[in-house]
């Protein structure tokens, strides 16, 4: 008997659930967008978008998803033939880099595999050896939402900095602002992206690239940017469509005002960042207790190197397809499918999961998914310790007793 009746919790790593008030915010006419209110969200909304951001930098807003906000970056910084030094530690990282390569800009990869951070000893060596500095950029993704693990980004700009290199410092926050910690001027980085659809609680459709002044010089000297990618009318606009490059996007920016109320006006970045330790915690804990039997394990071992923005994890056998499937069929929640962790089409793609908890989630919504995943483990007797609800609840209780 299916139990799945009822609202569904959509615990993917984005989109991520969507509070009702974002939801009602988008529920109405669309306004004059030439003049007016509309004038006011846009600089309200940019301006807001730089808090988030903890940044006095400068911010482009483009009608796109996270791969556009790729795109722009890589237009406005690099010149064909340019080169880049990519820190890969997990898919997301490695299409960044695929799609810089693919523009014309010459990447160099270090890979850290899908189970740990990037080096910063090891950035600090590659970046000594390129003497003439013809390396632009390092791109680095903040929180990988494949692997689930967290790059120490000031670490990576110590790194540079020891080199004595040049290099811009650009940073992939689709996976984590509004969830993970990030600073972007107290860490030095010079260009930023992310995206509506995960932390900011919005839906899909809204990319943005935040950059420094040092990157803004670099951009004068690139020959890659078009005119719909060029942020320097986005950064600085004389009328208001040339926020968006053409027709404001007007429903969405309804809801990431309303959005961005409630991070920085309500709850505040220091409370969401607490709160988002905590429910990952609870995750791990109750993953490291089924895992003490069976095959069940999470993919970053590190505590350190975990997001606190999703959890990627490995039950053997098929299992974690098996239990995703039961989850969604049976009792309503949705789960991630695991990326880039084994060959589409093979049986080891069927070992993975992940777990999202970011955004608009409190405690009864993750300790529901973990409840209903540790059902769905009993119901297809699926070998794993018992005891994973009462190891994830003394984490909330923990992380309650220290708010």
């Known amino acids: 008997m299916s139990l799945a009746q009822g609202r569904p ?21 669309a306004p004059n967008i030439y003049e007016g209110e509309i004038e006011e969200i846009a600089a309200r909304v940019a301006a807001n978008l730089r808090r988030v ?61 899908i189970k740990a951070p990037a080096d910063p000893a090891k950035v600090e060596e590659a970046l000594r050896a390129d003497k003439t500095h013809e390396i632009k950029a390092v791109l680095l993704t903040h929180v990988d939402t494949a692997t689930s693990v967290v790059n120490d980004v000031p670490a990576i700009r110590a790194a540079i900095d020891a080199a004595g290199h040049p290099a ?27 995206a509506s659809q995960k932390g900011l609680m919005v839906p899909p459709g809204l990319g943005f690239v935040w950059f ?11 020959d890659m940017v078009t005119p719909y990618w060029d942020w320097q009318p986005r950064a600085f606009p004389e009328m208001v469509y040339q926020y968006f490059g053409g027709t404001s996007p007007t429903h969405h920016l309804f809801g990431l005002d309303e959005s961005l109320k409630m991070i920085l006006e309500e709850e505040g970045l220091t409370h969401i960042w607490a709160r988002h330790a905590t429910l990952a915690s609870a995750v791990w804990a109750a993953f490291e207790t089924w895992g003490q039997e069976g ?14 923005s999703v959890t990627a994890a490995r039950i053997g056998a098929g299992n974690a397809q098996r239990l995703r499937s039961w989850l969604e069929r049976e009792a309503g929640v949705t789960l991630g499918i695991g990326l880039g962790m084994a060959e589409p089409g093979t049986p080891e793609a ?12 409190n405690a009864h919504m993750t300790l529901g998914a973990l409840a209903t995943m540790e059902a769905g483990m009993q119901a297809l007797k699926i070998p794993h310790n018992p005891g994973g609800i009462a190891a994830a609840a003394g984490a909330i209780a923990k992380g309650a007793g220290q708010a």
């Open 9 to 29: 919790y959509l615990a993917i790593p984005g989109p991520s659930t969507m509070p009702d008030r974002v939801l009602a915010a988008m529920h109405r006419p």
């Open 53 to 113: 951001a903890m940044s006095s930098s400068h911010v482009a807003i483009y009608i796109a998803n996270g791969h556009g906000a790729w795109e722009a970056s890589i237009s406005n910084v690099f010149s064909r033939g340019d080169k880049a030094l990519s820190l890969v530690t997990g898919r997301f990282g490695n299409i960044w880099a695929r799609n810089a390569a693919t523009m014309g800009v010459d990447v160099q990869r270090l890979e850290f595999g």
């Open 168 to 194: 811009l410092l650009m940073v992939d926050c689709i996976a984590s602002l509004g969830c993970d910690e990030f600073r972007m001027d107290d860490w030095g980085v010079d260009v930023m992206v992310a």
């Open 212 to 222: 420094s002044d040092k990157a803004l010089a670099a951009s004068r000297e690139a």
């Open 295 to 308: 095959d069940i394990a999470l993919n970053i071992a590190n505590p350190a190197h975990r997001a606190h």
């Open 350 to 361: 069927n070992d993975f999961l992940r777990v999202a908890h970011m955004g608009h989630v």
